[in-house]
C-alpha cells in the first residue's frame, strides 16, 4: 500500500470516528469553546508580565523591562506573606472538606428513612447556590461589633463583646467554617453518588459474615472511595496557589488589619490592579501563581503514578 493510499485510508478512518462519536463530540463543545475563549486566547497576555505597560502602547506595544516586575513583587515583602496565606488556606480546606464531605457522605448512606435523607442533601446542598455577596453579608450580620448577633447576645449575657474585625488570629477558623459550610453539600454529594456505585452484593456477604456497619465502612466503603478520594484531591491541588477571591473579597474586605491573615495572591493582585494601577506587577503575579500550580500538578501526580499508577490524572 502507498503512503498516499495510507494518508487517505487513515483520513477516512478519522472522519468515520467522528462520524460515529458526533452525539458526544457535540456535548463536548461548549466546554472547548469556554476553555478556548478563556483559557487559551488571553494567554498571549502573559508578555504583560514582562514589559512596562502603557495605555499607549497596549500589551504588544509597551517597552520590555525584563524580569523588573517579579523583581518589584519579591522586594516588596508581600510575596512570602500572600503565598504562605494562600498555600496554608488551601491545604486546611482540602483537609477539612475531604475529611467532612467523606464522613457525611457515609451516614447519609448508611441512613435508613428516604425521606430523612434527601432532606439533608436538600439542606447541606443550599448553600453551594448562595453567593459570596450573600455570604459576606451573612458573617458581617454576625461578627459586627455594634449590632452582631454574636455581640448581642454576650451582652445580653454580661460578657464583653468581641471585636472580630480587628483581632486577625480569629479569622483562619472563621474562613475554614465558612468553606466548609459552602462546599459540604456539593462534594457530599459526590462521595454519595460514588458509595452507591458500590457492588451491593459486597454489603450483602458481609451481612452474611457477621460484620458490623463499622466493619463494612472500614473494609468496604473507606476502600472503595479511595479512587474517588486521590481525583478531587488532585484537581484540589492543582489550584493550590489559587485562592477564592470571591469568597475573601466579600466576607473580609478592605480590612487592613486583617491582611496579615487573610491576604492572598488574588486579593493583592486586585489591589494592586486597582489602587496602583500595576498591570505589569499584576502580569507578573499571576504569571508567578500558574507557574507554580503547573509545578504542584505535576509534581503531586507523578508521586501518585508511581505510587498508585491506577490513580494518577495523566
Same mark, same amino acid.
Given at each position: ?80 506573606? #500572600?503565598?504562605?496565606? %494562600? ?8 483537609? $477539612?472538606?475531604?475529611? @467532612?464531605? =467523606? /464522613? ?112 463494612? #465502612?472500614?473494609?468496604? %466503603? ?8 486521590? $481525583?478531587?484531591?488532585? @484537581?484540589? =491541588? /492543582? ?76
Amino acid at each position: 500500500m502507498t503512503s498516499g493510499a495510507r494518508a487517505i485510508r487513515t483520513k477516512q478512518s478519522f472522519l468515520t470516528k467522528v462520524w460515529n462519536n458526533r452525539v458526544l463530540l457535540l456535548m463536548i463543545t461548549p466546554a472547548v469553546v469556554f476553555f478556548l475563549i478563556f483559557s487559551y486566547l488571553p494567554m498571549p497576555g502573559i508578555i504583560m508580565a514582562f514589559k512596562r505597560f502603557t495605555f499607549e502602547g497596549g500589551i504588544f506595544g509597551s517597552p520590555w523591562n525584563g524580569l523588573e516586575n517579579f523583581r518589584f513583587f519579591f522586594i516588596s515583602g508581600n510575596a512570602f506573606r #500572600i503565598t504562605r496565606n %494562600t498555600i496554608l488556606y488551601n491545604l486546611a480546606f482540602i483537609a $477539612t472538606n475531604t475529611v @467532612l464531605q =467523606v /464522613s457525611t457522605g457515609i451516614m447519609l448512606a448508611e441512613m435508613i428513612s428516604r425521606k430523612y435523607k434527601k432532606f439533608m442533601q436538600s439542606a447541606m446542598f443550599l448553600p453551594y447556590f448562595i453567593s459570596w455577596v450573600v455570604g459576606g453579608a451573612f458573617v458581617y450580620s454576625i461578627l459586627n461589633y455594634e449590632f452582631g448577633a454574636l455581640n448581642t447576645m454576650l451582652r445580653s449575657l454580661g460578657a464583653e463583646p468581641v471585636n472580630a474585625y480587628g483581632t486577625p488570629k480569629v479569622w483562619p477558623l472563621v474562613l475554614v467554617v465558612l468553606r466548609v459550610w459552602k462546599d459540604i453539600g456539593y462534594g457530599t454529594i459526590l462521595y454519595l453518588a460514588a458509595i452507591m456505585g458500590i457492588d451491593q452484593e459486597i454489603y450483602e456477604a458481609a451481612d452474611i459474615d457477621g460484620a458490623n456497619i463499622f466493619t463494612k #465502612i472500614r473494609v468496604i %466503603t473507606l476502600p472503595s472511595l479511595k479512587p474517588t478520594v486521590v $481525583t478531587l484531591l488532585l @484537581l484540589s =491541588v /492543582s489550584n493550590i496557589f489559587r485562592g477564592d477571591f470571591g469568597m475573601f473579597f466579600n466576607v473580609v474586605g478592605r480590612n487592613g488589619l486583617l491582611y496579615d491573615m487573610t491576604d492572598i495572591i488574588d486579593t493583592f493582585v486586585f489591589r494592586s490592579l486597582i489602587q496602583s494601577h500595576e498591570f505589569g506587577m499584576s502580569a507578573a503575579i499571576g504569571a508567578y501563581q500558574s507557574v507554580f500550580n503547573l509545578v504542584t500538578i505535576l509534581t503531586v501526580n507523578g508521586l501518585v503514578r508511581k505510587l498508585a499508577p491506577d490513580y494518577a490524572l495523566f
